[in-house]
């Protein structure tokens, strides 16, 4: 109120005083203009003090004209902005109308949901806060991930696998161009943002439902990031209803590497959906608390793998600006191509928690996280209760911790972090893509059958810096290893000349070079408007 009040009081206070100044000027002009037949010394002495007295009230005249002109020069030249702070993509958009300035008191029915603290160190969130470019009716947004990955054995054919982030060593790669933004008006929303790189490869070939039916889902959806709509109820801190391609947020990391700690997330979050196609319903109870139905087509999937829709949700909980514990659950869905009585079950949970926070130590923030997954299939010839008469025990089980560390007001920042996974069966591993074998493919060098064993740990070192919210340059060490040969080695993935014959298909004479480690360093320039 006090910036309000002397914005206002300034150019007032000027105006009077020039008033009055004015007033003066006048009555002592008006006096001098009076005849005077005899004048006498004592009067030419009073004519020249008035004469003097004359001009410096005019004096103070001009210089307080310059400064109301001055004044109003500044208030003119000054843009008009619209700040908000931004949480998870999932997260309600802030109304921009300043008639209604954002509502951040938790207490209040009224509040926005989780804007009552600064949620910008979260693993998973973006840290930008300030959107100067969005209007009532759009809020713009583009995104830039470009990076060059030195594998350190050398893989003849440039191939890295094994990760849904990092696709190519030894070149400067676009993974992913990203331009679109949130549309919000009138309780209507929607938002579209485009996946352009490498992205627009590897997210569809790790999907193997648009090999059941016709249409091409994998090219009709492959340039399209996040293209959702709905609307926005006013009950209790909002109800949202949207319904297209969103992002799930299993597995804690976001789907953009610049809103992560890390780049390669562990095992955990990059082999656990990205994306979902389907209706969701988001429910604010409070302003600290949204829980998220789900009603999808399956597990990561642009349509159906059988017969049966996927369902799931989310509970995020986040009781001060320091804690946040989220919770992802799915199951029902038959997500294994053509068995059509395989059903799959899996829990996501994650603890993130700020335990230092001094903006003006070299050490500004720190930060950590603890995720933990388990999930089974069962029917179709596995079981989740181990091997018996059902099948084999077809399982998941894995955790990932990270600790991240800020310097000098949040400039620098570092992470350490790792995780291993338990994946009886390899319903989850991401398929090495073998003489260009997708998800629907298969391929014989790397089954992916019942009863196939697949344990695998990681650990990373990541360096950031970031000179303002917009920009980050990260630089990362990783080491990732397996139970069984998975990585690319010297020699490739790739048979000599090109891919030959069907997807994933034996090649006479020629046998993939798999490694059961990879170590490698990862550049990345990540832009965010």
Request: proline residues 7%; glycine residues 10%.
């Amino acid at each position: 109120m006090k910036p309000r009040n002397s914005r206002i009081a300034g150019p007032a206070l000027m105006c009077l005083t020039l008033v009055g100044l004015t007033l003066c000027t006048a009555d002592l002009i008006a006096q001098t203009a009076e005849p005077n037949p005899g004048p006498t010394a004592e009067d030419k002495l009073t004519s020249a003090a008035q004469d003097i007295k004359i001009q410096h009230l005019q004096d103070q005249l001009e210089e307080i004209q310059k400064e109301l002109i001055q004044l109003k020069q500044d208030r003119s030249a000054a843009p008009e902005t619209h700040h908000f702070t931004t949480a998870k993509a999932s997260a309600a958009v802030p109304s921009l109308n300043e008639a209604e300035p954002e509502v951040t008191d938790p207490s209040n029915p009224h509040s926005e949901p989780f804007a009552f603290a600064d949620f910008t160190w979260l693993n998973g969130n973006a840290r930008t806060k300030d959107t100067p470019y969005a209007t009532k009716f759009f809020t713009p947004e583009i995104r830039s991930d470009v990076s060059y990955t030195y594998d350190f054995r050398h893989p003849q054919d440039d191939t890295i696998v094994g990760s849904s982030e990092v696709f190519r060593a030894s070149e400067v790669t676009l993974t992913d161009l990203g331009i679109g933004g949130d549309f919000h008006w009138n309780n209507v929303r929607a938002r579209v943002l485009t996946q352009i790189g490498l992205y627009a490869t590897a997210t569809p070939r790790n999907d193997a439902s648009p090999a059941r039916g016709q249409w091409d889902l994998a090219d009709a959806y492959r340039y399209i990031g996040e293209a959702n709509a709905g609307y926005h109820f006013n009950v209790q801190h909002g109800l949202n209803v949207d319904a297209g391609i969103f992002l799930s947020y299993v597995g804690l990391f976001s789907f953009y590497q610049f809103d992560n700690w890390a780049y390669q997330p562990s095992y955990v979050s990059s082999n656990t959906p990205w994306f979902f196609n389907g209706v969701r319903v988001q429910w604010f109870p409070s302003a600290k608390l949204k829980i998220e139905p789900w009603f999808i087509n399956g597990w990561q999937s642009y349509g159906r793998f059988n017969n049966r829709p996927g369902l799931g949700g989310q509970f995020l909980w986040r009781p001060n600006g320091k804690l946040e514990i989220l919770g992802n659950q799915y199951g029902y869905g038959e997500d294994a191509l053509g068995i059509p009585n395989r059903t799959r079950l899996h829990t996501d949970d994650s603890i993130e928690y700020k335990y230092y926070d001094r903006p003006d130590s070299i050490v500004s923030k720190a930060a950590m996280t603890l995720t933990g997954d388990a999930g089974c299939e069962s029917g179709g010839g596995v079981s989740c209760h181990g091997n018996g008469k059902s099948g084999p025990k077809q399982s998941f089980l894995g955790f990932m911790v990270y600790n991240r560390l800020w310097f000098d007001h949040d400039r620098y920042g570092l992470t350490l972090g790792g995780g291993r996974i338990n994946n009886p069966g390899r319903y989850l591993v991401l398929l090495p893509p073998i003489n260009g074998a997708t998800a629907a493919s298969g391929t014989p060098y790397f089954t992916e059958n019942p009863g196939n064993p697949f344990k695998a740990w990681d650990s990373s070192v990541t360096m950031d810096y970031m000179p303002n919210q917009y920009f980050t340059y990260r630089l990362e060490y990783n080491h990732r290893a397996a139970n069984v040969p998975y990585f690319s080695g010297p020699g490739g993935v790739t048979p000599p000349g090109g891919n030959t014959g069907a997807p994933g298909s034996l090649v006479p004479g020629w046998s993939p070079d798999l490694r059961d480690s990879e170590n490698r360093m990862t550049a990345a320039f990540l832009v965010k408007f």
